[in-house]
């Protein structure tokens, strides 16, 4: 790419004498986000602090603007990358706005005195990220979550061209972890900062990047964006998943379906049946799911947890052959359970395995239980 800001070239990264990842090739432009995932292990961590020249690169080239960072000072490279880690930082009797202000230490001269232009920049990050209130407060003392952001801030200040972060998301509430990488995309969009991270939450690499990563067994397993990397089995290739399933849809995890002959039957659709299929799989309930259309929200999620699931082709009404299958299951249940409230054209047999089941003691209307 020729807009590229940060690039790396057959990159092999180390952890003391041991290689961990090698022949890496990475190019990350302007206002966008990479994101590092993989199994435990990989290397993703090693990979960034190479890139940041807090490891020494074993093999390969990484290049900053075009210049060699070899070749760069420690005070070169801190004015144009930043890094977040998750480390934890020893500081004694310093103040959030403290550590924030070391951000600003590129800039200074040797004494670290802050002009006023410093201060403003410190105090937009810290208001950016949502830690001005804790400007006074002694950062030994705060959550985990807490020093995460303000660290985030720290980075901030720094204004850099590439802002490095692992695993930003460690120790945030869900809210907390989505108001950070929406201030990560920002400043992608509105500052052109290339963003290089790795992340453990699947569904949030999937919504917050713009191009993904793999790493596995030593070397980059795959790259391209998220539509490209979370399709088909390449999460549960990457991963080598032999307990419960990778739903692509979702970018999220099921637990393994519980085995066996069906004990329940659901009458699902639109959705309506995946907290019920979640909670039975909790009970360790083998269960069927049906009659569910290929092309239906819960599919994937019907798939992974039922023992057996009745399915009809994608936009086509069900057929009597799918209801005379889902019958012949339903009747060696012990217990039937209507999720849906109402039935539309296309799913109108369902209505007729409702029909069938009301004419049985087996019947449960999901609406009168408490899920």
């Given at each position: 790419m020729s807009?590229a800001?940060?690039?790396?070239?057959?990159?092999?990264?180390?952890?003391?004498k041991?290689?961990?990842?090698?022949?890496?090739?990475?190019?990350?432009?302007?206002?966008?986000?990479?994101?590092?995932i993989g199994?435990?292990g990989?290397g993703?961590s090693?990979?960034?602090?190479?890139i940041?020249?807090?490891?020494?690169?074993?093999e390969?080239?990484?290049?900053i603007g075009g210049?060699?960072?070899?070749d760069?000072?420690s005070?070169?490279i801190?004015?144009?990358?930043?890094?977040?880690?998750?480390?934890?930082?020893?500081?004694?009797?310093?103040?959030?706005?403290?550590v924030?202000?070391?951000?600003?230490?590129?800039?200074t001269?040797?004494l670290?005195?802050?002009?006023?232009?410093?201060?403003?920049i410190v105090?937009e990050?810290?208001?950016?990220t949502?830690v001005?209130?804790?400007?006074?407060r002694?950062?030994?003392?705060?959550?985990?979550?807490?020093?995460?952001?303000?660290?985030l801030a720290?980075?901030?200040?720094?204004?850099?061209?590439?802002l490095?972060?692992d695993?930003?998301?460690?120790?945030?509430?869900?809210?907390n972890?989505?108001?950070?990488?929406?201030?990560?995309?920002?400043?992608?969009?509105n500052?052109?900062i290339?963003v290089?991270?790795?992340?453990h939450?699947?569904d949030?690499a999937?919504r917050?990047?713009d191009r993904?990563?793999?790493?596995?067994?030593?070397?980059?397993?795959?790259?391209?964006?998220p539509?490209?990397?979370?399709?088909?089995?390449?999460?549960?290739?990457?991963?080598?998943?032999?307990?419960g399933?990778f739903?692509?849809?979702?970018?999220?995890?099921?637990a393994p379906?519980?085995?066996g002959?069906p004990?329940?039957?659901?009458i699902?659709?639109?959705?309506?049946?995946i907290?019920?299929?979640?909670?039975l799989q909790?009970q360790?309930?083998?269960f069927?799911?049906?009659?569910?259309?290929?092309?239906?929200?819960?599919?994937?999620?019907a798939?992974?947890?039922?023992a057996?699931?009745?399915?009809?082709?994608?936009?086509?009404?069900?057929?009597?052959?799918?209801?005379?299958?889902?019958l012949a299951?339903?009747?060696?249940?012990?217990?039937?359970i209507?999720?849906?409230?109402?039935?539309?054209?296309m799913?109108?047999?369902?209505?007729?395995?409702?029909g069938?089941?009301?004419?049985?003691?087996k019947?449960?209307?999901?609406?009168?239980?408490e899920?």
């Amino acid at each position: 790419m020729s807009d590229a800001v940060l690039t790396a070239r057959a990159l092999s990264a180390s952890y003391g004498k041991k290689v961990v990842v090698s022949g890496l090739d990475i190019e990350v432009c302007s206002g966008e986000i990479l994101t590092l995932i993989g199994p435990n292990g990989a290397g993703k961590s090693t990979v960034l602090k190479t890139i940041a020249s807090q490891l020494p690169v074993i093999e390969g080239k990484v290049f900053i603007g075009g210049k060699d960072i070899s070749d760069m000072s420690s005070h070169e490279i801190a004015k144009v990358l930043s890094v977040c880690l998750t480390d934890r930082i020893t500081a004694e009797k310093m103040t959030c706005e403290d550590v924030v202000s070391t951000g600003r230490y590129p800039y200074t001269g040797r004494l670290g005195i802050l002009s006023a232009e410093d201060r403003g920049i410190v105090h937009e990050a810290m208001e950016l990220t949502g830690v001005s209130a804790l400007a006074d407060r002694d950062i030994r003392f705060i959550s985990d979550g807490q020093r995460q952001t303000v660290m985030l801030a720290r980075a901030i200040a720094q204004q850099p061209q590439v802002l490095i972060l692992d695993e930003p998301t460690s120790f945030l509430d869900i809210n907390n972890k989505l108001r950070l990488l929406s201030i990560l995309k920002e400043l992608a969009r509105n500052r052109g900062i290339a963003v290089i991270q790795t992340l453990h939450e699947l569904d949030l690499a999937q919504r917050f990047s713009d191009r993904i990563l793999c790493i596995r067994d030593g070397r980059a397993d795959m790259t391209g964006t998220p539509e490209e990397v979370f399709s088909g089995d390449n999460i549960s290739r990457l991963y080598g998943m032999d307990c419960g399933t990778f739903v692509p849809l979702f970018g999220t995890a099921e637990a393994p379906a519980v085995q066996g002959t069906p004990k329940v039957f659901v009458i699902g659709g639109g959705g309506s049946g995946i907290p019920v299929y979640r909670r039975l799989q909790r009970q360790g309930i083998p269960f069927a799911a049906g009659v569910i259309h290929e092309n239906d929200i819960e599919f994937p999620v019907a798939q992974s947890l039922a023992a057996v699931t009745v399915t009809e082709k994608a936009f086509e009404p069900i057929s009597d052959e799918s209801v005379q299958k889902a019958l012949a299951i339903m009747e060696k249940c012990d217990e039937v359970i209507c999720c849906p409230d109402s039935f539309g054209t296309m799913n109108g047999g369902n209505r007729r395995l409702l029909g069938e089941a009301e004419k049985t003691e087996k019947l449960k209307r999901e609406q009168d239980k408490e899920i």
